[in-house]
């Protein structure tokens, strides 16, 4: 795939918090090629593809997800098209909602903390800040959740551990959206397969 990136693709890449940077890397994966050794190579880069994960443009499984291969198809065509943002379903607010705490008691191996205080706060706010996350593309509906469950359960056991309650530090549900709380606990207890390095050649932008 030849990337003739243009200024109408660059401004729109821009405006999606997209860099030409990340669409290099993408062409470099969908061809299959090993770039394990640029990336343990550089910080800066490391950095770079870790964004991209968070963003959703690769997998899990270090492949280009939908939405790197609608970027790599964009900066592929000489059009005016542009990238569209991603639609928040309604069901995936309701999801998150359900799975954060109303307040701060829960029981934990027959043993029972709290409460101390309530978590939730305006439902219709969160849903607002939610679903600003997930247009802007920083974030998947997914990751919100599973990071939101992970820091929960974290803060349950390390009660247990400890003795004290831990989920009373929780954000309430509005601040740990809009300070996007859940990114700190995304990808924890991921294992990454050292892959061996290859000559990624050149490629043209």
Known sequence: ???????VHFI??????????????????????????IIAGSKKIEAIYKTMKRKNLITDDEKVSQIGIEILDFVSLKSNKT??????????????????????????????????RSLKASKEEGRLLFNKIIISGEFTAEQII??????????????????????KYLQNSSTYLRHTSFDGFLGLGNKEEPKQSTNLGSIDI
Not at 147 to 163: I, P
């Open 1 to 7: 795939m030849k990337l003739d990136i243009t200024d």
């Open 12 to 37: 729109e890449l821009q405006k999606k918090g997209y860099t030409v940077d990340m669409v290099l890397i993408l062409s470099w994966i969908n061809k299959n090629l090993d770039i394990s050794h």
């Open 83 to 116: 990238l569209i943002k991603p639609k928040p379903a309604a069901s995936d607010f309701d999801k998150w909602w359900e799975i954060f705490p109303s307040n701060d008691k829960f029981t934990i191996k027959g043993r029972t903390f709290g409460p101390t």
């Open 146 to 167: 599973e990071g939101t469950k992970y820091d929960v359960n974290l803060k349950k056991e390390r009660s247990y551990k400890t003795g004290q309650n831990q989920l």
